[in-house]
């Protein structure tokens, strides 16, 4: 579901993707949306990172279905300073901006792409502050 936010006296347009976990194949599934984001695969798996590289800034990766050996779609999740809160990027020509909250039993996932949209580094914190008190006022953050 396309939805708006306020940051720094500007509209940002995001995405909101509902997931769910299949115990059965530890999957997380993609919930039908009205109009479906397309960059985002149906289904994603957690896996630990073990590339030591990508580690030092990412401990998981969301990874999507290999294919003629091949991952189809990765994002590394890097910790917040706002648990339960990661944040990635779209490997896409903007880079677009992507956080993801999991719930605490971990049996959902909600991903939030901020398509064509970039936050720099030092610019990130108060991004994300900004963004969990529009979730609160939704009534989508939790903590």
Same mark, same amino acid.
């Given at each position: 579901m396309k939805q708006e936010f306020q940051n720094n006296g500007k509209s940002v347009t995001y995405y909101r993707i509902a997931f769910t976990l299949s115990e059965q194949s530890q999957r997380y599934g993609k919930e039908p949306m009205i109009r479906d984001f397309?960059?985002?695969p149906t289904d994603l798996k957690i #896996? #630990?990172?073990?590339d030591p590289k990508i580690k030092l800034r990412s401990e998981y990766l969301l990874r999507g279905r290999t294919v003629n050996g091949k991952c189809t779609f990765?994002?590394?999740l890097e910790k917040t300073s706002f648990p339960p809160l990661f944040r990635s990027a779209l490997d896409d020509k903007k880079k677009s901006e992507v956080h993801i909250i999991l719930?605490?039993? *971990?049996?959902?996932?909600?991903? *939030?792409v901020f398509n064509n949209f970039r936050v720099e580094r030092?610019?990130?914190p108060m991004f994300q502050h900004e963004f969990i008190e529009h979730l609160k006022q939704i009534g989508e953050w939790k903590k």
């Amino acid at each position: 579901m396309k939805q708006e936010f306020q940051n720094n006296g500007k509209s940002v347009t995001y995405y909101r993707i509902a997931f769910t976990l299949s115990e059965q194949s530890q999957r997380y599934g993609k919930e039908p949306m009205i109009r479906d984001f397309k960059k985002v695969p149906t289904d994603l798996k957690i #896996e #630990e990172t073990i590339d030591p590289k990508i580690k030092l800034r990412s401990e998981y990766l969301l990874r999507g279905r290999t294919v003629n050996g091949k991952c189809t779609f990765h994002l590394g999740l890097e910790k917040t300073s706002f648990p339960p809160l990661f944040r990635s990027a779209l490997d896409d020509k903007k880079k677009s901006e992507v956080h993801i909250i999991l719930s605490d039993d *971990y049996k959902t996932m909600t991903m *939030y792409v901020f398509n064509n949209f970039r936050v720099e580094r030092p610019a990130r914190p108060m991004f994300q502050h900004e963004f969990i008190e529009h979730l609160k006022q939704i009534g989508e953050w939790k903590k």
